[in-house]
Every structure is written in structure tokens, then in C-alpha cells.
Nanobody, 126 residues
Framework: QVQLVESGGDLVQAGGSLRLSCAAS????????MGWFRQSPGKERDFVSA????????YYADSVKGRFTISRDNAKNTVALQMNSLTPDDTAVYYC???????????????????WGQGTQVTVSS
């Protein structure tokens, strides 16, 4: 099993920045792609970004491309999401997710991930 714990959520003004972190523990040697999703009240959980096991490939939702940057440190079993130029539309609970190696495709689909964190709240005020 793998446990994921997010941190870094906060209240920030529009135009500001935040850095989210996700620490993995447990059977971390078996981690494949890791990603970030977000969910607002009454809405589905949406894909934000993903990074492959070696960090060689990164993917972003169109809504965050150019503003958010995902990174990964396998030595420390962490994944981070640097968020710049935040807008009120970025307000949501952000979830870290990970999946077992050997799972291909659908990296923007919550159903393709095996492990989830508890979420961290990001609120952007106008």
C-alpha cells in the first residue's frame, strides 16, 4: 500500500502563487505516474497535471498550462505542484494521486489511479 499526504494549500489573492507538496510513504518503490486533480463543490474531480515515473514526461490541463509546473523527487518520494498566476477559478480541493507501474493511458482519468491523498484546500480570492 501507498499513503499520500498533501500540504501547502492556503488562501491567496488572485495573481499570487502557491506550492503544493505530496509525500508518499509505504510501498513507494512501486509508484508509477503521479498526478494532481482538483475538485470544487458540486463538480467532478478534474485533472490538473501528471508526471511519469522517471519525471521524463509531464502533462497539464489546458486551463493550467503555462501557469502550473509539476515536479517529482523520487529520492524523497515527493511530488510538487508550483502554481503561479492563480485566479479564483483555481479555487478547489487539490488531490495528489499515484498509480502502480505498468498502467498506461488515461492519466487524466481519476479511475486510472490507485492511491489518493486526503486533499488540501486552495482558495484564491479576487
Amino acid at each position: 500500500q501507498v499513503q499520500l499526504v498533501e500540504s501547502g494549500g492556503d488562501l491567496v489573492q488572485a495573481g499570487g502563487s502557491l506550492r503544493l507538496s505530496c509525500a508518499a510513504s509505504g510501498r513507494t518503490f512501486s509508484l508509477g505516474t503521479m498526478g494532481w486533480f482538483r475538485q470544487s463543490p458540486g463538480k467532478e474531480r478534474d485533472f490538473v497535471s501528471a508526471i511519469t515515473a522517471t519525471g521524463g514526461s509531464k502533462y497539464y490541463a489546458d486551463s493550467v498550462k503555462g501557469r502550473f509546473t509539476i515536479s517529482r523527487d523520487n529520492a524523497k518520494n515527493t511530488v510538487a505542484l508550483q502554481m503561479n498566476s492563480l485566479t479564483p477559478d483555481d479555487t478547489a480541493v487539490y488531490y495528489c494521486a499515484a498509480r502502480n507501474p505498468g498502467v498506461f493511458g488515461g492519466l487524466d482519468s481519476p479511475g486510472k489511479y490507485d492511491y489518493w491523498g486526503q486533499g488540501t484546500q486552495v482558495t484564491v480570492s479576487s
